[in-house]
């Protein structure tokens, strides 16, 4: 079993951590997702999925996995996140994959603001006449209350509160991506 802390400690705090939902439940709702983007999407083109980096690793190579129609695997790196604060802007590191006339499914790990995949979204549309014929996205969490660019994600594999999540690909300032399972950080006391 992977070592997980009963607490962690983020600054000046010690905050508990609790399991949210573990291996076998990520595994069947990965399942129907990719269930459910094979339906909706399902062709003989090939579906680009967009990984949106380091977050999304986990999920997606478990998603393309349960994928019916052809794919091609590229990602894309997206700076905005430091500790369990949002730092408010949004970079695309580097350039975008070539995505032109294809179909796009952009993989990320968790929606919080929004600003991450509208940033994302914004740069895609920028592209013109180069641009992509389709573009979903597909998140494996989502924080509807924290939301602030109107955003809803085509696929969501769990909504959840507020709270900072760890485990799965989620980081706390590079660490705990590989536990297969995921758990909140609440404040003690
Ligand atoms: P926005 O606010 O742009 O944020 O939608 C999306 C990115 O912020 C990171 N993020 C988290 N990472 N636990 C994490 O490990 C969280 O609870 C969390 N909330 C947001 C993540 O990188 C996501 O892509
Ligand atoms: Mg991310």
Redesign the pocket.
């Known amino acids: 079993m992977t070592f997980t802390p009963a607490t962690i400690r983020v600054g000046d705090r010690d905050m508990s951590v609790s399991p949210l939902f573990t291996e076998s439940q990520i595994k069947a709702r990965v399942g129907e997702l990719s269930a459910e983007i094979s339906r909706d999407l399902g062709s003989a083109e090939p579906l680009v999925i967009l990984v ?1 980096l380091h ?1 999304a690793l986990l999920f997606a190579a478990d998603l393309v996995r349960g994928l019916t129609m052809p794919t091609e695997i590229e990602s894309v790196r ?1 700076k ?2 430091h500790g ?1 604060q ?1 730092a408010g802007t ?1 970079e695309v590191v580097g350039s975008l994959p070539d995505i032109a006339g294809k179909r796009v499914l952009i993989v ?10 509208a940033t994302l979204k914004e740069r895609i549309a920028g592209l013109g006449d180069r641009g992509p014929k389709v573009v979903r996205v597909a998140a494996l969490l989502d ?1 509807p209350e ?1 939301h602030d660019a109107s955003l809803v994600p085509d696929y969501t594999g769990f909504s959840i509160g507020r ?4 485990g799965y690909g ?3 300032d590079g660490r705990y991506r590989n536990l297969p399972y995921i758990a909140e950080l609440k404040a003690q006391g």
């Open positions: 949106v977050g997206l905005s996140y369990t949002s949004v990320e790990d968790i929606v919080d603001t929004g600003r991450s995949i924080k924290a709270n900072f999540v760890i989620l980081d706390l």
